[in-house]
């Protein structure tokens, strides 16, 4: 059984820091394409960042310079370190497996940003 478990979400001040995680189990997840998504209220899901297989890495225009995204295939986790978060970072945020049409989804992880 495919599993993603996204993890690390909370509430956090404008300005704040936080690191998402999602650990994946049932796949070889070394050879997937990873990312994170979210989506805000009334708002499709929409891409945040993403990591191919060989760590090729792209990201939302809206976070580029504040999100990181890496992996770490020995321990079959992806992680989305988060800075300088906004209000409107707010969403849940969901973790993405994909390759070619093979594509699995976790359940999400909320993240508030709030003063």
């Known amino acids: 059984q495919v599993q993603l478990v996204e993890s690390g979400g909370g509430v956090v001040q404008p300005g704040g820091s936080l690191r998402l995680s999602c650990a994946g189990s049932g796949i070889p997840l070394s050879f997937y394409d990873m990312g994170w998504y979210r989506q805000a209220p009334g708002k499709q899901r929409e891409l945040v960042a993403r990591?191919?297989?060989?760590?090729?890495?792209n990201y939302a225009d809206s976070v580029k310079s504040r999100f990181i995204i890496s992996r770490d295939n020995a321990k079959k986790t992806v992680y989305l370190q988060m800075t300088s978060l906004k209000p409107e970072d707010t969403a849940v945020y969901y973790c993405?497996?994909?390759?070619?049409?093979?594509?699995?989804w976790g359940q999400g992880t909320q993240v508030t940003v709030s003063s």
């Open positions: 993405n497996a994909n390759l070619q049409i093979d594509d699995y």
């Open positions: 990591i191919t297989s060989v760590g090729s890495m």
